[in-house]
């Protein structure tokens, strides 16, 4: 029997452009056992809900990561507009939507670059955000940050998207979606990166469901749970199915992924025609006072955000349960029996987001 | 035109946990998270399922003192959220399969949520 040695992996890592740290246990070059730990830069965030007002912490909720970063406003809008009872007006509803659908390509877009960087792709890696800075530039053009938006309020949103931008925004999705097909085609047909990723990582279906796993590492094991199937914002009217592979390796994620990319350009395209005229936001009045589990899909998968409103203006709790802290036991369970040149792979495979896991 | 289906929470006793969660995963829930609120002088401490969205949440109040099982040899991916209960708020969770002993977060401060711990609300030293 080989002798076990223990590898670092990690938390300053190339691919890794945020710090988690794995000990890796290897025989020869197999891993047989992968014991993670983080918390390096733990921020603390869901404590100053305690010391900013309701209204405000949207800005901190945002600054949790910044990748979704509008998505986390969104959950967090979501959950206070549940428990005051407020009904935003549709147009702002639609509005949530193409924001949220567009950091979704911006994030997808960026995971596909980094993740043929870590198979030593570069050229697919270049292409994949050069199509990344053509959304970030729809983001500056709409909200003025290509980042942090602050366009989500608790009421509805701030900004509205007038008709010409909307009408140049449906042209260039044609030709966006040719060219994110191209990539795509490029992700699930190249005969490399199918030798690199098939069979790579596995984790089955009930493997994935009973270990609480979320978003495209669910999904890419087959089990169809997509929060936008619950109709929040503008899903229920626009209509959305999940995207589900079945063999739960690395390329079933890559391809639930870039299959997203398709989904998404769909929703903003239906979301655009579909657009009501109307108000963006509503007066909110009064203090939060009652509790919410509010859940978004964001690209990783659902986060949730536990709010408790205790009828002041500052909430008493906030607590984040991102779709990376869910999907690390999935990625323990997936790294035992690939060798160590292949972990880096594996471990991009479920898109961890360590920003939004230190909140 | 909202589907999202109504959330259920029960509250329940430290010893009836065990057997609600067995409960629970026989009838084909999944575990979205486990969380937990500091209030004033006990802990609040929120046990999440799913099913077809459907979102069912099992509640312990618990002093600071309190012992908890771990609900991880029912659910094996609890251990993240059961030792995130340890590491922030300084609770103790028996039987964790992967019991980090406080190591899963390397905070520059132990227990950084706890409401018992000494030193209020003064800045986190890195040290």
């Known amino acids: 029997m080989p002798e076990r040695i223990v590898v670092p992996f990690g938390p300053q890592h190339p691919v890794l452009p945020e710090p988690i740290h794995i000990d890796l246990v290897l025989e020869d070059e197999l891993v047989v056992d992968a014991v993670p730990s983080i918390g390096y830069i733990h921020r603390g965030l869901e404590q100053l809900v305690q010391k900013r007002e309701y209204p405000e912490y949207v800005y901190v909720a945002e600054r949790i990561c910044g990748i979704c970063s509008f ?110 097909r191209d990539l795509g ?54 209509g959305y199915k999940a995207v589900v592979e079945t063999a739960g390796d690395c390329y079933a994620r890559c391809a639930v992924r870039v299959r997203e990319l398709y989904s998404s350009i769909d929703i903003i395209r239906r979301a655009i025609e579909g657009m009501p005229e109307g108000p963006i936001d509503v007066k909110v009045r009064g203090t939060p006072d009652g509790e919410y589990f509010s859940r978004v899909e964001q690209p990783r998968g659902e986060v949730v955000h536990y709010l408790l409103g205790n009828g002041t203006k500052h909430l008493a709790r906030a607590r984040i349960r991102t779709p990376t802290l869910a999907n690390v036991p999935a990625l323990v369970k997936m790294l035992p029996g690939a060798q160590l040149a292949d972990v880096p792979i594996v471990v991009l495979s479920i898109d961890p987001c360590i920003s939004c896991t230190e909140r | 035109m909202s589907v999202i289906k109504e959330q259920t929470t029960r509250k329940i006793a430290p010893g009836d946990l065990l057997r609600e969660v067995e409960a629970l995963n ?102």
């Open chain 1, 71 to 180: 998505m986390h406003a969104l959950c967090y809008c979501q959950g206070i507009e549940h428990i005051m009872g407020t009904e935003v007006p549709d147009r702002s509803r639609y509005l949530r939507t193409i924001w949220s659908e567009y950091s979704r390509l911006h994030s997808h877009l960026l995971w596909l670059g980094l993740f043929a960087d870590g198979m030593g792709f570069e050229n697919l890696f270049m292409r994949s955000w050069q199509l990344r800075e053509r959304v970030l530039d729809v983001s500056e053009d709409t909200t003025g940050g290509r980042i942090i938006q602050s366009t989500c309020k608790v009421g509805g949103v701030r900004r509205d998207i007038g008709q010409e931008m909307l009408d140049k925004m449906h042209r260039d999705l044609d030709i966006f979606e040719e060219e994110c």
């Open chain 1, 185 to 238: 085609n490029v992700f699930l047909n190249d005969e490399t990166v199918k030798y690199r990723l098939k069979g790579l990582g596995v984790i089955s279906k009930e493997e994935a469901y009973a270990l609480g796993s979320a978003g495209p590492t669910l999904r890419g094991s087959g089990v169809a749970s997509d929060q936008r199937e619950t109709g929040y914002a503008a899903y229920g009217e626009l």
């Open chain 2, 26 to 127: 026989a009838g084909g829930y999944r575990i979205v998270q486990i969380g937990c609120t500091g209030m004033d002088d006990v802990y609040e401490i929120n046990y999440t399922f799913d099913k077809d969205y459907e979102l069912v949440n099992l509640r312990l109040t618990v002093a600071p003192d309190v012992e908890i099982p771990s609900i991880s040899g029912v659910y094996w991916g609890a251990f993240v959220y059961e030792n995130e209960l340890h590491d922030l708020f300084g609770i103790t969770v028996t039987d964790i399969n992967i019991d980090f002993k406080g190591t899963f977060y390397r905070t520059a401060e132990k227990y950084p949520l706890s409401i018992t711990r000494s030193g209020g609300d003064d800045p986190c030293q890195n040290v």
